[in-house]
């Protein structure tokens, strides 16, 4: 069983640039959400996927979109970069949505917007 | 607006001993509590869970305390060990008013456990 793997490891653009974040899931995992982690706060909930279908989002803007494919990968797209937007990008997979199922958390993309 | 609340961004514990890490929320739709653990240049890792109809869950050193009244979770690690060393995040899911799942963290707290 593989663990959940994330490229790339850093990244820099400027601003408004767009970007896109990819993320493959541990096998059999419907479930992935992503994260966004400013220096020295918690993750804050962008959105999750399940079975290819936004299942929740957190307060992000639409420019914030994501995929999620039948191979168990998915992407993060931010378009019109801004320097807030700087920061660490997280995804994590799970076998369905729900707190009950267990988060596992890949190593995570540092975004850095110029 | 931050619904999960780590007042203590550091402790320090000497090995051995117990380490408390609190966690305050404010939102009563949350059914669901984690912690999770994180090394520097790695994701979060899955520690130990509640659901909002216990108060406590247990798992080896560790045990998570959930007071509902009080909005408030904590955990306890003893004894505590060098490789603890870490931040914890607690977490908490609930439904948000679209129906779907929301997820929301605190802010960490950077657990120190001196040999």
Known sequence: ???VTQSPTH????RGQQVTLRCSSQSGHNTVSWYQQALGQGPQFIFQYYREEENGRGNFPPRFSGLQFPNYSSELNVNALELDDSALYLC?????PGGQETQYFGPGTRLLVL | DQQVKQNSPSLSVQEGRISILNCDYTNS??????WYKKYPAEGPTFLI???SIKDKNEDGRFTVFLNKSAKHLSLHIVPSQPGDSAVYF???QGFSTSGTYKYIFGTGTRLKVLA
């Open chain 1, 92 to 96: 994590a997979s799970s076998l369905l």
């Open chain 2, 90 to 92: 607690c977490a908490a």
């Open chain 1, 11 to 14: 990244l820099i653009k400027t």
């Open chain 2, 29 to 34: 739709m949350f059914d669901y509590f984690l």
């Open chain 1, 1 to 3: 069983e593989t663990g």
């Open chain 2, 49 to 51: 869970s509640i659901s």
